[in-house]
């Protein structure tokens, strides 16, 4: 057995960190704050890479049996709904892998959380830390079931408002309100539908749906939001059909399935990267408790994903662990950072558009990056 690890955080990154290490060896335990799952209804979208990071974990195939693999991306007018234009993905996962897929996030949880208890992976659920120590040797924890431990390493994947990130380095780094919200809603999908759609209206907001399973798609509205009110949960259904109203004929006939205000799932566009390095000692932070981003680019799970696959790779050397840590933030630091600035620019084009804005070149310019070796 190698050496003891304690997962605080049981979202995208925190399983799939814990399938990586376990692969590996390492003795790894998992603790979740919430008693119950609480995930949304409504999908992500995510891309080739983070198929490639899931297969490399071993459980590609899961995802995307659970998803719906669309065939890229299609632009159309508003009114009439003629394409404008079209890019299909390219897979870097190897061509048994799709490029591109929706996944309702209640099945992505259900196939990372289906391999943790499989491979017996320890996880406490309504249980988080009181305290947290690093002697040098070991890292002691308290945590709120009574209960204490002592580990090699801690890794903080509690997600863009982590409690361990606070910990390591005070309340500085928070994530920062971008001036965007999105809305989705899930809705049946058309038996002919196979590419995710995106609606071009004015450039203030981005209206789109994507295939999640053979019966459904999800609706999404990006729009600007000064100020980032607070709407009331019952009026969550009128103020998504208002943000679609008046923006085309197409894109209204979507308006009239908006009807439950207890089905819309409405985010305000956060967004933070903290400065490298992202760890202290034994402790280290991963996903968005270290670099979140805003969904205009579908990266924020493939982000976190990939962490995971490094960070295992990484530990698994012979090295001391603070070299170790660093090369995990080493390869992944420049990744993280151009994924959220450039998720974050094209909110900023969509809303304060200047004359050198290019979202397509910068989203085509995405489209290979990401299939770059991690
Ligand atoms: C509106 C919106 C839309 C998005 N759309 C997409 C998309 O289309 N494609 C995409 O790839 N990404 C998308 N993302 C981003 C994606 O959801 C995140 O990047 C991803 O979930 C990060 O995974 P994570 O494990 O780091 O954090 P999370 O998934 O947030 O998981 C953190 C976990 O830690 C737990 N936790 C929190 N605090 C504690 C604590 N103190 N102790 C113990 N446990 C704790 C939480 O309950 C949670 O289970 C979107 C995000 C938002 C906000």
Redesign the pocket.
Known sequence: MKEKVLI???????FSTAIGLIKSGFDVEI????KEW?IYHVG???QSN?VRALAQLGVGKEAVEAGFAYRGWRWRNNDDGSELGRSEGVSSAGPEYPADLGLARPALHRVLYKRVTDLQIPLRQGV??KTITDDGDKVHVDFTDGTSGAYDLVIG????Y??VRELLFGSQWRPQFTGQG?WRYNLPRPKDLEWAEAYITDRSRSIGTVPLTNETMYIFVTSPEPGNPFFEPSTLADEMRDRIRGRGAKVEEFMEQITDPSLVVY?P?ETCVIPAPWHKGRIVL????AH?ST?HL???????VEDAVVLAEELDKDAPMDDRLNAFVTRRFDRAKFIADSSALLGEWQMNPTPDADPMGLYERVRVFIGEPI
């Open positions: 605080v955080g049981g979202g995208i990154g925190g603790v979740e704050i919430h609480k992500i979208i995510v983070f988080t830390f994947a509690d997600g863009a982590s409690k999105v985010r566009l991963i996903g968005d408790a979140s969904p579908g990266q924020g799970a493939a982000m976190a």
